[in-house]
């Protein structure tokens, strides 16, 4: 009896990790090489490619309570007659006098993720935990620094 519990355990994993195995290297997994892509960084160009609006922050603390959580979210719109497949923004913190604190380059659109075709929006967030004492609270201000193909 105890064999026979030990093997439709056995079993039962190696479905499972079939089943995910599959999945991850599946066709509908949407993954592709950066390195192949064409990028933008001219900021007249990115102008005409996306649209960044509607800018917004969170926060939230961690179950502990010991770290603060800030996710700053906007929309992304594909305003170009090409998919994009990459987006990259700068945020940059500042204090009450205006003066950068910190400064970060994030991909808020991922080549992982089914190209964003022309017309079409998408949602990004960007978490940062305990940003500096001396940040102004405003929202951070946020460029698109690089647009890819």
Not at 14 to 24: H, P, Q
Not at 45 to 72: F, P, V
Not at 76 to 90: E, G, H
Request: aromatic letters at 8%; charged letters at 20%.
């Amino acid at each position: 009896m105890e064999r026979r519990s030990i093997l439709i355990i056995g079993g039962a994993v190696l479905v499972g990790l079939a089943v995910f195995v599959g999945w991850s290297l599946g066709p509908g997994r949407n993954v592709s090489d950066s390195s192949n892509l064409t990028e933008i960084t001219d900021p007249a160009s990115i102008q005409k490619t996306i649209e960044l609006t509607h800018l917004s922050i969170l926060t939230s603390d961690t179950y502990a309570g010991n770290i603060r959580i800030r996710n700053i979210t906007g929309l992304l719109k594909n305003i170009s007659t090409m998919p994009v497949r990459k987006i990259d923004l700068k945020m940059t913190f500042t204090d009450y006098d205006g003066k950068t604190i910190q400064e970060s380059t994030h991909t808020a659109f991922s080549p992982r993720k089914k190209p964003l075709e022309p017309g079409t929006q998408f949602r990004f967030e960007v978490n940062f935990e305990n940003l500096p004492r001396s940040w102004n609270y405003h929202v951070p201000i946020t460029q698109i620094v690089s647009v890819s193909y």
